[in-house]
């Protein structure tokens, strides 16, 4: 759907890209991940057309943005930006109707009937008579996402679409855009915020100064920097966990009090592991193996990278204190 390959702009001295390269993927969640200062929104600019790329190529629908056909790629977007402007003297329905006219869906029953079913998507259609600058923060965001959607479009591009709402209203614009994915809709979005991007994003790109360090799906990156399964083993006492240290299968151990942390060649050694711990006289109490969050992918990719490395990405990182070797040929 949007291939960008080597992208660079500048603001005067300010590089805001350098050779910015990703995929968007059809009918796929994309999500741009960095601190504030990575470039995202620069990267969506320059998706839409708004800002043209010093180097580089940008290709939407097949389509050159920058070009005279920026018209139609935009005409075929959706986006919602961190603050989005929108009519305060207007009221909801007036500020998507102008908006429809502007998409060129017309006037009329028909036109009216399409704004209150895309009102209706982000319950906001209770409040559409109302002035807009009475509106809260929550209730603008649902009204500018349902103004992107108005025209039905091929690439919905959000930008921090939960800046500023309160839980509960940044919990329901997170579920509504997962159910638009379901539906088959390309959603672009970029977000500082690594907890609202866990389970929405089916594919994601880390990006850094401008530039993107690594991008692909969750589960398939995740490989790269966990290869082999980890596993947490729990005991009463902790001490005879060192029991298991050097049994075959296991790659590295590591144990902090009632915990230990292995390294295994395949998660099939957990049930030996187990027996051998219980046949000793250890009562294990808890057997939980490692499943790397997105906030574990993104730190490990940082830290890969020089970005962030004295970032800790173990999920319990009290398992330091005690080591033993453990060799793979066992």
Not at 37 to 54: H, W
Not at 66 to 88: F, I, N
């Amino acid at each position: 759907m949007v291939n960008v390959v080597g992208v660079s702009r500048w603001f005067g001295d300010v590089q805001a890209l350098t050779n910015l390269t990703l995929e968007v993927p059809k009918g796929k969640v994309t999500v741009l991940l960095g601190p504030n200062g990575a470039g995202k929104t620069t990267a969506i600019r320059v998706i839409t057309g708004a800002l043209a790329a010093n180097e580089g190529h940008t290709e939407v629908f097949g389509l050159n943005p920058a070009t005279a056909d920026g018209e139609e790629v935009r005409s075929r977007c959706g986006v919602v930006s961190a603050k989005p402007s929108l009519y305060d003297r207007l009221s909801g329905f007036d500020n998507l109707r102008y908006a429809a006219e502007l998409y060129e869906l017309g006037r009329g029953a028909k036109a009216d009937e399409r704004i209150r079913e895309a009102a209706a998507m982000f319950a906001i259609d209770a409040s559409l008579d109302l002035q807009v600058g009475g509106y809260s923060t929550g209730m603008k965001t649902r009204l500018a996402l349902a103004r992107a959607v108005l025209h039905k479009p091929d690439l919905l591009l959000l930008d921090e679409p939960t800046s500023g709402l309160d839980p509960e209203s940044g919990a329901a614009v997170l579920e509504l855009i997962q159910a638009m994915a379901a539906d088959g809709r390309t959603v672009l979005m970029c977000t500082h915020l690594l907890m609202e991007a866990e389970g929405l994003a089916d594919h994601i790109v880390v990006m850094e100064h401008g530039t993107s360090l690594l991008s692909g799906a969750p589960d398939q990156l995740a490989s790269r920097y966990w290869p082999s399964p980890i596993v947490s083993l729990s005991t009463e006492r902790g001490d005879d966990l060192d029991a298991v240290a050097n049994h075959e299968g296991v790659l590295s151990f590591s144990r902090s009090r009632t915990t230990a942390r292995l390294e295994l060649d395949t998660i099939d050694r957990v049930p030996e592991l187990v027996s051998r711990l219980s046949s000793a006289g250890a009562r294990v109490t808890t057997v939980a193996p490692f499943q790397p969050t997105l906030e574990d992918l993104y730190f490990a990719v940082r830290r890969h990278n020089g970005a962030a490395d004295d970032e800790k990405i173990e999920t319990t990182p009290d398992m330091k204190a005690t080591s033993f070797a453990a060799g793979t040929s066992r």
